[in-house]
């Protein structure tokens, strides 16, 4: 006989930070958005007050439960408060995707008798800090996870051993599943016409997508675009993302200095990237570290050239020309060299990048039918 949840759907609690706009918590709405409700009840932790996707969340019947920040002394109250959520929700599954912090989160699951502990790495590399301090707790919560997960997802394999590890990966409870996205909506770009705010005959737009912090790497697009001008070029770049903090105010404090107002555009938060992509002619990501970065596969199905940084792993590439990796030790100048590039070419071909989506599983109904399978195989034995 095969085996079911006792309540009749699979309860899966995800716990992934504040749930606000981000690449990973973009994800989780996918995964939320096609999975079946007659199937799955998802529900979402949630650090924040009032998050960006609360609303979406509810409207889907999920909850999003509030628990306090993990900062300092404040690290057990987070894993009492946890405990608490996952015992009253009497959860058959619990997906954490907390980087290292998702050693103490599947240890509090096992305690809290949940017998399905999935983890997801999505990242391969982070903010060092106090590297001592970083490395021993990473250390201690790498084994925390190899003891306490039952199933291992990672969205690349640079993630997948920078978190477990080569020996799990070699596991049969490892998997590789790729970042994807709604790909429809940027399939269907190259069939619509674009007018309005950003469209103007004497500037061409590069797009930029990533909260303000010094790992998107915004300063090193203030030299790009500080370069650009300096060419005479009318080579504008658009910024979306969260602003606010220290990184922003540097930011805005050098696009003042090398007078870049017109060069430089911050958007702040948007919901209308795709159309943002419409109205571009190229896509920028000098980021210094990305999991897999769901932009860069909205791009490349937008049929945007994309220059970015050769800091993560290759297989988030379509693998039909329009991606061109720099090294971050290039110079400012080359980097210009490949935007002007990029801007000049011609969008990828329609046919080729529904090809490369197919091919991949870039597309989120692909993302979520895996996840929702492996939910279902654990559930089953």
């Known amino acids: 006989m095969k085996k079911t949840s006792k309540h009749g759907v699979i309860r899966v609690l ?3 930070g504040p749930m606000n706009v981000g690449g990973i918590e973009n994800q989780l709405m996918h995964l939320l958005r096609q999975a079946d409700k007659a199937k ?4 979402f932790t949630t650090t924040a007050n009032h ?6 969340i509810e409207a889907f019947g999920s ?3 509030h628990i306090r920040g993990t900062e300092g002394i404040h690290f057990l109250r987070y894993c009492s408060e946890i405990y608490r959520v996952m015992r009253d929700g009497q959860y058959d599954i619990v997906h954490s995707h907390e980087l290292f912090h998702s050693g103490m989160v599947l240890l509090t699951a096992r305690i809290a008798g949940v017998k399905h502990r999935f983890v997801h790495a999505h990242n391969w590399k982070e903010d060092e800090g106090n590297a001592v301090k970083r490395r021993i707790y990473n250390f201690i919560m790498r084994r925390l996870i190899r003891w306490n997960a039952t199933q291992f997802v990672a969205c690349s394999s640079f993630a997948g051993q920078y978190l477990y590890g080569k020996s799990v990966m070699q596991q049969s409870n490892y998997h590789l599943i790729f970042n994807s996205v709604d790909v429809s909506k940027f399939i269907e770009e190259y069939d619509q016409s674009v007018s309005g705010e950003f469209i103007e005959d004497d500037w061409t737009n590069v797009l930029q997508v990533g ?3 010094s790992v998107k790497n915004q300063l090193f697009t203030c030299e790009i675009a500080r370069e650009l001008k300096k060419r005479g070029r009318r080579i504008r770049i658009l910024c979306a993302g969260n602003c606010g903090g220290e990184y922003d105010d540097a930011v805005v404090t050098r696009i003042r200095e090398y007078s870049l ?9 948007r919901k209308d990237i795709d159309v943002l992509m419409r109205k571009s002619s190229a896509f ?3 980021s210094l570290y990305e999991g897999m970065p769901l932009v860069m596969i909205e791009a490349q199905a937008s049929g945007l050239p994309c220059v970015t940084a050769d800091t993560y792993s290759h297989e988030v590439d379509f693998g039909i020309g329009n991606v061109k990796w720099m090294s971050l030790d290039q110079s400012v100048s080359e980097w210009a060299d490949a935007v002007e590039t990029a801007v000049a070419k011609e969008r990828a071909d329609k046919a080729d990048v529904v090809a490369a989506i197919e091919k991949y599983g870039f597309d989120s109904r692909v993302f979520a039918n895996k996840i929702c399978n492996l939910y279902e195989q654990a559930i089953k034995g």
Do not use: H, N, T
């Open 51 to 56: 998050p960006f996707y609360q609303d979406e």
């Open 63 to 65: 909850k999003c439960i």
């Open 261 to 269: 107002e017109e060069q430089m555009l911050l958007l702040g938060v």
């Open 40 to 43: 799955f009840q998802i529900d």
């Open 14 to 16: 995800i716990i992934a």
């Open 284 to 286: 920028l990501l000098p």
């Open 211 to 213: 909260r303000f912090s």
